[in-house]
Each structure stands twice: as C-alpha cells, then as structure tokens.
C-alpha cells in the first residue's frame, strides 16, 4: 500500500516539512511518481521503528487485533440472525443499524458510514443466488 505525503505527516502528526527533512536528512524512504512523492507503508513502518519512531494514528498507526479479527462479515451476520432472505427492501436499514453497533470504531467513522448508507446511490446490491 502507497501513502502520499500528507497521509505521512498525518500519520505521524508532523508537518509536511518535517517529512520533506527525514527525506532529505534521515533517508525517509519513497519513490518520486510524476511530481508526487509515494512512501510504501511497510517501508516507511520499518524506517520509523528503526528510529523510535510511533505512528499517532492514520495509516501507519498499529492495528487493533481486535477489530481485525471481529469485523468479518459473515460471522457478524450469523450473531445478528441475518443470513438468508432479507427483503431488499430491509438490507439497507440492517447496514444502518449495524454501521452504528460496530463495536472499536470511532464514532466520526460511524457516523460517516451511516451517512454514506443513507446518500442516494451510495450503496449497490445485487442478488447472490
């Protein structure tokens, strides 16, 4: 996964400059993509832990292992009785709800999934059969 400079600053909670000086001075690994500058995560994960360095958040931040492992989509379905023949109709207001319920996720993120469920055109279904 590719980062852009300012998910790198964002990440680590500085200032575009200052990722622009671990480039120049510390040997900040990237690749320069037509005027733009990309940072592959795992590289820059290994240049930072090498330097005491600690994501605050964003992209480099370190994984919750219990999110990782409780958000898969069938076993969530299977716990909340919802496994087979929901009405269309029903679908989104059960994404509604359980975009809301989730459990170790920011309520900003929350927040922002149930808006997306509700803006027209936002969600697409199809039928598995």
């Known amino acids: 996964m590719y980062l852009n400079l300012i998910q790198i600053a964002e990440s680590f909670g500085v200032s575009e400059k200052v990722v622009e000086g671990w480039i120049r001075d510390e040997g900040l690994p990237h690749t320069p993509d037509r005027r733009v500058l990309l940072f592959d995560r795992a590289q820059v994960a290994q240049w930072a832990a090498t330097r005491g ?3 605050k958040a964003g992209f480099l931040a370190a994984e919750n292992p219990t999110l990782t492992t409780a958000l898969h989509l069938e076993p969530l379905l299977r716990t909340g009785g919802i496994w087979r023949d929901v009405a269309a109709a029903e679908v989104t ?9 989730l459990r170790g996720v920011h ?7 149930r808006m997306r469920l509700r803006a027209p055109g936002d969600l697409a279904m199809a039928r598995i059969v």
């Open 93 to 101: 207001v059960l994404f509604f709800w359980g975009a809301g319920a």
């Open 53 to 55: 360095l600690a994501s």
């Open 107 to 113: 309520r900003a993120v929350r927040r922002l999934l």
